[in-house]
C-alpha cells in the first residue's frame, strides 16, 4: 500500500459514480413516467397491491412469524462473535497456542449458545414437523373420481 | 485536495482502473441477461431469444436498411436485452397506494448498488506501466479489503427488505422478510468462511491474497514455479471455498435458495409490485453481484487474474501480461456466473425451513470447525 490516500480516493471516485448511476436511473424513470409517457392515472383498483385480482383483506403492515425476529436476534449474536473473531484472525500467530485455547473456549461457549437455541426450536418453521401430523395423502379430502 | 499529498498524475492514472471496472461491469450485464436466457434455453432443449438480433430476417439491419442478411440468423437474440431496456423505461412507474414512497424508489437503489460496490477491492488484473508509472488495475487496494466484501455484500439485505416492506403488499412482505432472515443467517457463515481464509492468507488485502497464489507451472521454463496451481486457494482452503461458494448463491437468492421471489408460493416476492426500470434495477443488481460474486470467489480460491506464464510475459512486455491477466480474470468470473446459471437451471428449490437448517445446523458448525482447523494449521 504505497498511497493510501490514494486508494481512498479510488474508492470514493468508484462510490460516487455508483451512487450518480443509481440515482439518475431513478430520476429517470420518474421523468419518464411523468413527463414523457403521462401514463399515470390513480383509480382505486389500479393503485392497490396485488393480491391475486380479489379485494385486498386487510393491510399488509401486519404480523408477520415470531421466528423471523428470533433469527435476526441470533444472527446479532453470531455476528458480533465473528467481529470479535476478527482481532484474533489478525494476531493470531503472535498469541500463539495460549490464543488458540482462548479462541476455542469462546467458540466453544458460542457452540453451547447455538445448540440450546436449536433445542429450544429456533428452527422449528411449522408444526407439521411433529410426528403426529398426518400424512398429505390421508389429509386430503377424498377427490371425486366419477366425473 | 492537496492536504492528502496527492499528485495530479497519480490521481489522473487511478482514474483508469475506476472507469474501466464500473465500464466493464455495466457493459457485461446486458450480456448476461441475454446469456442467461441462451442457457436456460440450451438446458430446456428450447431456442431462446433469437429474433431481436443485427443481421438477418427480424433483425435490427432489416429493420434499419432493409438489409435482411441472406435471410440467416447471425447472432440472433443478441439485442433482446436493449428491447428489454427500452421496454422497462418506457412502462409506467406503478407505485401502489399506501406505499411508504420514498422507501419505494430507495430499495431498487439498494440492491443495484451493493454488488457493485464489491468490486472496489478486487484486483482486475495485473500493473500497467506507462514510463515509468505504474497503474496497478485495481479500484483501491484497501488495507482491510475482505470486511470491506463482507460488509458491502451485507447491504444488499436492505434492498430486499426496504423493498419488501415499502410495498405495502403482503407477498413482498413475505418474500423480503425471508429473504432478508435467509441472508443474514448465511452473512454468519461467509464473514467465518471470510476469516479463515484471512488467516490462511495472512492478509486482508485482496491483492496480496493474489499475490499469495501467484505461483504457478509455468510451461516456458518447463518447471514448476515456487509450487505450482496448488497454491490457488481452493486446494488449501477446500471447504471454505465450497462453504463460500455456497453462501454466495444464497446472498444472491439464486436457485436452489430464491426463497425470497420463489413464483409459485409468493408471485415475485419482494419485488411483486416493481415495475419499469425499477424492476429491472433489482434484476440487474442480480446480475452484477452474480458476477461480483465471481470475481470474489475466483481471486479468493482460484488465483485472481494470475494465470501459468505469467512472469515469462510481464519479463518480455509488463503490458501485454496485465491484458491477459485481465481476460484470465474475465474467464474466471464468467466459469463461475456460467456455473451459477447452470445451477439455477438444474435444481430445484429448496424448502424454506430446509434453507434454515442448512445454514444453521450445517454451515455455521462447519465453519467454525474451518475457522479451528486454519488456526491449528497455521499456528
Known amino acids: 500500500m504505497a498511497n493510501s490516500g490514494l486508494e481512498v480516493l479510488g474508492a470514493t471516485i468508484f462510490v460516487l459514480l455508483c451512487v450518480g448511476m443509481g440515482l439518475t436511473l431513478l430520476a429517470l424513470i420518474r421523468l419518464m413516467t411523468k413527463v414523457v409517457l403521462k401514463t399515470e392515472k390513480h383509480k382505486e383498483g389500479k393503485d392497490a397491491p396485488y393480491e391475486c385480482g380479489v379485494p385486498l383483506l386487510g393491510d399488509a403492515r401486519t404480523r408477520f412469524g415470531v421466528r423471523f425476529y428470533l433469527v435476526a436476534l441470533s444472527f446479532v449474536l453470531f455476528d458480533v462473535e465473528t467481529v470479535f473473531l476478527i482481532p484474533y484472525a489478525v494476531t493470531f500467530k503472535q498469541l500463539g497456542r495460549e490464543g488458540l485455547y482462548a479462541v476455542l473456549i469462546f467458540v466453544a461457549i458460542l457452540a453451547l449458545g447455538l445448540f440450546y437455541e436449536l433445542e429450544r426450536g429456533l428452527l422449528t418453521w411449522s408444526d407439521s414437523e411433529s410426528e403426529d401430523a398426518p400424512a398429505p395423502s390421508e389429509a386430503l379430502p377424498a377427490a371425486g373420481h366419477g366425473h | ?379
Open chain 2, 1 to 379: 485536495m492537496l492536504s492528502l499529498g496527492l499528485d495530479a498524475s497519480a490521481v489522473g492514472w487511478k482514474l483508469l482502473p475506476v472507469l474501466l471496472v464500473f465500464g466493464a461491469v455495466l457493459a457485461v450485464v446486458p450480456l448476461l441477461v441475454y446469456l442467461e436466457r441462451k442457457v436456460c434455453a440450451w438446458i430446456q432443449n428450447r431456442v431462446g431469444p433469437n429474433r431481436v438480433g443485427l443481421l438477418g430476417p427480424d433483425g435490427l439491419a432489416q429493420g434499419v436498411l432493409g438489409f435482411s442478411g441472406g435471410g440467416k440468423r447471425i447472432l440472433g437474440g443478441l439485442l433482446q436485452p436493449l428491447a428489454d431496456a427500452i421496454k422497462l423505461i418506457s412502462k409506467e412507474d406503478f407505485i401502489p397506494a399506501q406505499a411508504d414512497k420514498f422507501l419505494f424508489s430507495l430499495a431498487p437503489f439498494f440492491a443495484l448498488l451493493p454488488p457493485f460496490l464489491t468490486f472496489v477491492v478486487v484486483p482486475v488484473g495485473a500493473d500497467l506501466t506507462f514510463g515509468g508509472t505504474t497503474v496497478p488495475l485495481i479500484v483501491a487496494d484497501l488495507g482491510v479489503g475482505m470486511l470491506w466484501v463482507l460488509s458491502v455484500s451485507s447491504l444488499a439485505a436492505y434492498g430486499v427488505q426496504l423493498g419488501g416492506w415499502a410495498s405495502n403488499s403482503k407477498f413482498s412482505l413475505l418474500g423480503g422478510v425471508r429473504a432478508t432472515a435467509q441472508m443474514i443467517s448465511y452473512e454468519i457463515t461467509m464473514g467465518l468462511v471470510l476469516l479463515s481464509v484471512f488467516m490462511h492468507y495472512d492478509s486482508l488485502s485482496l491483492r496480496e491474497i493474489v499475490q499469495a497464489q501467484a505461483t504457478y507451472f509455468d510451461p516456458l521454463l518447463g518447471r514448476l514455479a515456487a509450487n505450482g496451481l496448488g497454491s490457488w486457494g481452493v486446494w488449501h482452503q477446500p471447504l471454505a471455498a465450497l462453504l463460500f461458494v455456497i453462501c454466495a448463491f444464497a446472498e444472491n437468492n439464486r436457485l436452489p435458495f430464491d426463497m425470497p421471489e420463489c413464483e409459485a408460493e409468493l408471485v415475485g416476492g419482494y419485488h411483486t409490485e416493481y415495475s419499469s426500470m425499477k424492476f429491472g434495477m433489482f434484476f440487474q443488481g442480480e446480475y452484477i453481484a452474480m458476477l461480483a460474486m465471481g470475481a470474489v470467489i475466483s481471486t479468493l480460491f482460484f488465483g485472481g487474474w494470475h494465470y501459468p506464464g505469467y512472469a515469462s510475459v510481464a519479463a518480455a512486455s509488463p503490458n501485454l501480461a496485465a491484458l491477459i491477466s485481465l481476460a484470465v480474470l474475465g474467464a474466471k468470473v464468467m466459469i463461475f456466473v456460467l456455473f451459477q446459471m447452470w445451477v439455477r437451471w438444474t435444481l430445484p428449490r429448496f424448502r424454506y425451513d430446509q434453507v434454515m437448517e442448512l445454514g444453521w445446523k450445517v454451515l455455521i458448525p462447519l465453519a467454525l470447525v474451518n475457522l479451528v482447523v486454519t488456526a491449528l494449521v497455521n499456528l
